[in-house]
């Protein structure tokens, strides 16, 4: 059908059609929309629609024409909460009662455990007694893994909060992120860098040794972002890992992409399922 029609717009809409219409002999994989996963586009019916009319117009029209056209597909993009907005407090206010949604709807599904990513919770939890409550009384329904941060005799950390039955564990980062959460310098240029670059933020402070929760009698290993590509995190060959990241600093970049990758390869190499959660890339189970 596609390569007898000469109009564009009757192909995008055969090809949108397959996609979204029962197959009548029970094959689920006409997902056209595969295309653009590993993209920055997202894959939602009205952003593959969106697309697929930007394309059958593009093909109508003049090339002068096309730029404008083109420019559509900006509104197909998948966004996030930009990351200098993500700690202002009506946004932090927005982010908390969205993750509590996430949490609740979980419950209702069944699920033993709900992870959430890293710094999902912008703010340092061990402060906030309220929201601790909050999350404490789901956890006799759910056990909750996630991040934010924890200020502890005026040390920062960046950290994995864990729920359990009422319970409440932290699991602070041990491999930080050079140049990112701490500078790799000699004291003076560290502090230089720090004023010059980072308004005067000290260094995070890391754990000695990683963390293992206990959720149903099954241990877990926690891994926050830059640690799950990180030999160290996997030495004893954990045999499951609880990775949570925040990729919105990396966007647009190769970065979700290789660090995906270096999660397969430590994951293979030690015999680890790595249950890995990122706001920007979308999750995934590594074994």
Same mark, same amino acid.
């Given at each position: 059908?596609?390569?007898?029609?000469?109009?564009?717009?009757?192909?995008?809409?055969?090809?949108?059609?397959?996609?979204?219409?029962?197959?009548?002999?029970?094959?689920?994989?006409?997902?056209?929309?595969?295309?653009?996963?590993?993209?920055?586009?997202?894959?939602?019916?009205?952003?593959?629609?969106?697309?697929?009319?930007?394309?059958?117009?593009?093909?109508?029209?003049?090339?002068?024409?096309?730029?404008?056209?083109?420019?559509?597909?900006?509104?197909?993009?998948?966004?996030?909460?930009?990351?200098?907005?993500?700690?202002?407090?009506?946004?932090?206010?927005?982010?908390?009662?969205?993750?509590?949604?996430?949490?609740?709807?979980?419950?209702?599904?069944?699920?033993?455990?709900?992870?959430?990513?890293?710094?999902?919770?912008?703010?340092?939890?061990?402060?906030?007694?309220?929201?601790?409550? @909050?999350? &404490?009384?789901?956890?006799? +329904?759910? !056990? #909750?893994?996630?991040? %934010?941060?924890? /200020?502890?005799?005026?040390?920062?950390?960046?950290?994995?909060?864990?729920?359990?039955?009422?319970?409440?564990?932290?699991?602070?980062?041990?491999?930080?992120?050079?140049?990112?959460?701490?500078?790799?310098?000699?004291?003076?240029?560290?502090?230089?860098?720090?004023?010059?670059?980072?308004?005067?933020?000290?260094?995070?402070?890391?754990?000695?040794?990683?963390?293992?929760? @206990?959720? &149903?009698?099954?241990?877990? +290993?926690? !891994? #926050?972002?830059?640690? %799950?590509?990180? /030999?160290?995190?996997?030495?004893?060959?954990?045999?499951?890992?609880?990775?949570?990241?925040?990729?919105?600093?990396?966007?647009?970049?190769?970065?979700?992409?290789?660090?995906?990758?270096?999660?397969?390869?430590?994951?293979?190499?030690?015999?680890?399922?790595?249950?890995?959660?990122?706001?920007?890339?979308?999750?995934?189970?590594?074994?």
């Amino acid at each position: 059908v596609l390569a007898l029609s000469s109009m564009p717009w009757l192909r995008a809409v055969f090809l949108f059609g397959l996609t979204y219409l029962a197959d009548p002999f029970g094959f689920d994989w006409m997902r056209a929309p595969l295309l653009f996963v590993e993209s920055y586009f997202g894959t939602q019916w009205w952003q593959f629609a969106l697309i697929l009319f930007v394309l059958s117009i593009v093909a109508s029209l003049k090339e002068k024409e096309r730029f404008a056209a083109v420019l559509l597909l900006l509104l197909a993009l998948n966004y996030d909460t930009p990351q200098e907005l993500k700690w202002r407090p009506r946004m932090v206010e927005i982010a908390t009662e969205s993750n509590l949604l996430e949490i609740d709807r979980a419950i209702e599904e069944g699920y033993d455990l709900v992870l959430l990513p890293e710094s999902t919770f912008a703010l340092y939890l061990n402060l906030d007694e309220e929201l601790i409550k @909050r999350l &404490k009384r789901r956890s006799y +329904r759910i !056990a #909750i893994v996630t991040g %934010a941060l924890l /200020e502890e005799n005026g040390l920062n950390y960046n950290v994995s909060y864990f729920f359990h039955e009422g319970e409440m564990q932290i699991a602070k980062k041990m491999v930080l992120v050079p140049f990112g959460e701490y500078i790799p310098l000699p004291e003076f240029a560290r502090a230089f860098i720090n004023d010059l670059f980072f308004n005067g933020a000290s260094d995070y402070s890391s754990a000695e040794a990683p963390t293992d929760f @206990r959720i &149903k009698g099954v241990t877990f +290993r926690n !891994a #926050i972002c830059y640690e %799950a590509t990180s /030999e160290a995190l996997y030495e004893g060959s954990p045999k499951y890992m609880l990775a949570i990241s925040n990729n919105g600093w990396f966007v647009p970049s190769i970065e979700p992409t290789l660090q995906e990758l270096l999660i397969r390869y430590y994951a293979r190499n030690y015999g680890t399922v790595v249950y890995h959660t990122t706001n920007r890339s979308g999750s995934s189970i590594v074994e």
